[in-house]
């Protein structure tokens, strides 16, 4: 096992990498923006070394730096975590040239499948069913899209080829609004990913997202970890997670599962990965893309199986074999995540940022908080908004929804607006508790974070009280010999109203 | 004891009179909403957290002050108030006159709409001045009525918090609170 291994990464992943890393006796390595300077991540990390800047692409980003801070310090290894350069096979292949082990796939297998073209040619090959779809090549115009997109019938979606997260895709219902969507899709995707090619694909309406858990040895044998449905979806983004999905029968996942194992073993696939396909309506399922990395969704997994999926992907990375075959993976019981983001639901889930005034994780049995904030962290303009997730496991899926239910109306975060409300409101959905979900869910069933009803009298006079407290106690901080009384007016001085 | 005036984007304006001040430990209130008396026991901590107590039982909240904004989280939902007057009750007969007073800035932001003119009377919770910062509107308004004296500031202004937007001028013997 290794010594000393780096995680090049923030938030509650860095945290929650630091957590296995420690408890498996592995010295853990945190770098930092001057954002992060007194983040969460940097103080659960055994060491810390900044990268100075603030933005992604000056800190988290820059491989070089992170790499030579790697070779200072005698680190072995670097968890990329999710995100940032989780899926860059250059900085893959940067860790092999340095002699630093890269926790995750070789270069060869992120490249691979880090060009959705290539990667849904890979698997239609491998005999795994895709969605219908033309790629083309980059010679090919808009004419030849266009006829494909008719041959393959609309509505049809428009993707970046080498996009993710929701970014440069676009649905077209007509023939006739596919030149000014075909535009601003390769605009989209030349400013997110520097690659403007975008392919055409078969839209499939109401679908499922569900993906499944793999995990490959440099033996060449792979598992699937099963599935994760993750349908709730905002602006493409994956909000609420749950396992096993209420779609599969044991027979679709059994197909479904085979189809993962051979679409990873088709490419030699090492380490953890994550195979992506949509269920539409009559239970068919299609490829949709593989992750490279550990996915922030990999908790409901690890809760069924009791398994630690990042130990998992250290022991592969030293040379371990699997220690398990799929025949030994049981699944028991129920888990759901729900990811608690700074945003504001009822305004186009804008992101929020300021100060975390308050932050209080809800805890009992079978809750799990991974979080990447605390008291007076500041949430700035610089990262993703995510501030934790939280993960509740059930023996049924009722009982899952329940818990998770109380531990949503438990978790106190005041200073930035949070999705908090929504997510209580999707949990507790009638349509969500039958298990009727799909990608367009929070859309068919118009979910709003608006607050409904009256405000308390309890409310005001918490309020009237905290505003009394906290105003006394920045008078005892002025030390103007008015310390003793909090019942002071200290708008007085403030020059606000006085004396109404 | 002090009355706390509190706004929030939907309702109007409560006033909170807290009546007394237990101690030890965690400060104790009782407060009277909007002056009718039912009365409820809050216990808080120098954190912010505390608890209601009422007819219904005990229930926790948090709560917490930036400028003058006041953020409560109670019963599952995080609730968003504007602290639009605080102040001690005053012993009847310290004022002669009719005050004049300055309608200040709750938080940096930009003036969206100037309501009066300088000269106008205004009712007591009439919208004066309004606001809107972090993407939200707030309305300023004054919980008695009066009489504008001078508007300091422009629609479309950014203002920091704090900074003088209006010079009012209570009406006389319309002190309710003393």
Known sequence: ?500 | MPIVHLKSPSEPPVAIELVSKGSSGSLRYQAKCNEQTAEVEISITDSGNGSVRSARGTEPFAGSLTDRIVEVWFGGRTYTLEVVNQRTRRTAGSHASAPVDELAAPMPGTILRIDVQPGESFEAHQSLIIMESMKMEMTLSSPHSGRVIEVKCRAGELVPMGRVLARLEATKNDDRTS
């Open chain 1, 1 to 500: 096992m290794f010594n000393k291994v780096l995680i090049a990464n923030r938030g509650e992943i860095a945290v929650r990498i630091a957590s296995t890393l420690q408890q498996m006796g592995v010295t853990s390595v945190a770098v930092y923006s001057d954002a992060d300077r007194s983040a969460p991540h940097v103080l659960s990390a055994d060491e810390a070394y900044p990268l100075e800047g603030n933005s992604a692409a000056e800190s988290y980003l820059r491989g070089e730096k992170i790499i030579e801070i790697a070779r200072r310090y005698g680190v072995d290894a670097i968890h990329p975590g999710y995100g940032f350069l989780s899926e860059n096979a250059s900085f893959a292949q940067a860790c092999r040239d340095a002699g630093i082990i890269f926790i995750g796939p070789s270069p060869e297998g992120i490249r691979a499948l880090g060009d959705k073209v290539q990667a849904k040619k890979a698997m239609a090959d491998a005999g795994v069913p895709v969605v219908p779809g033309w790629s083309g090549g980059d010679s090919d115009g808009p004419d030849r899209l266009a006829k494909e997109a008719k041959k393959i019938g609309y509505p049809v979606l428009l993707k970046a080829a080498a996009g993710g997260g929701g970014k440069g895709m676009r649905v077209v219902a007509a023939e006739k609004e596919l030149p000014a969507a075909l535009e601003t899709c390769r605009r989209e995707a030349a400013a997110a990913f520097g690659n403007s090619r975008v392919f055409v694909e078969k839209y499939i309406a109401h679908p499922r997202h569900v993906e499944f858990q793999i995990f490959g040895d440099s033996q060449g044998n792979v598992v699937h970890l099963f599935e994760r449905e993750c349908s709730i979806q905002r602006r493409h983004q994956k909000i609420v997670e749950e396992t096993p999905s209420p779609a599969l029968t044991p027979q679709l996942r059994g197909r479904m599962g085979d189809a993962a194992v051979k679409a990873a073993k088709a490419i030699g696939y090492a380490n953890a990965g994550t195979v992506e396909f949509l269920v539409d309506e009559a239970g068919q399922f299609y490829f949709l893309e593989v992750n490279t990395r550990l996915q922030v969704e990999h908790p409901v997994t690890e809760m069924t199986l009791g398994l630690d999926l990042v130990a998992l992907q250290l022991r592969i990375a030293a040379g371990e074999p699997l220690p398990f075959s799929q025949e030994a993976l049981r699944p028991q019981g129920h888990a759901i995540e729900c990811r608690i983001y700074a945003e504001d639901s009822a305004r186009g889930f804008l992101p929020s940022t300021g100060v975390i005034r308050a932050y209080h994780p809800p805890c009992g049995p079978f809750i799990r908080v991974d979080s990447g904030v605390a008291e007076s962290t500041e949430v700035s303009v610089y990262y993703d908004a995510m501030l934790a997730k939280l993960i509740v496991w059930g023996r049924t899926r009722d009982e899952a929804l329940r818990r998770m239910s109380w531990a949503l109306r438990r978790f106190v975060v005041l200073g930035v607006t949070t999705n908090i409300e929504f997510l209580q409101k999707i949990i507790t959905h009638q349509e969500f508790a039958a298990g009727r979900t799909q990608t367009d869910f929070l859309v068919v069933h118009d979910i709003k974070a608006a607050s409904d009803g009256p405000i308390p009298n309890e409310v005001y006079m918490a309020a009237a009280a905290a505003s009394e407290c906290q105003n006394g106690r920045k008078q005892k901080g002025t030390g103007d010999g008015r310390a003793n009384s909090v019942y002071d007016d200290p708008w007085q001085r403030a020059s606000a109203w006085r004396g109404v």
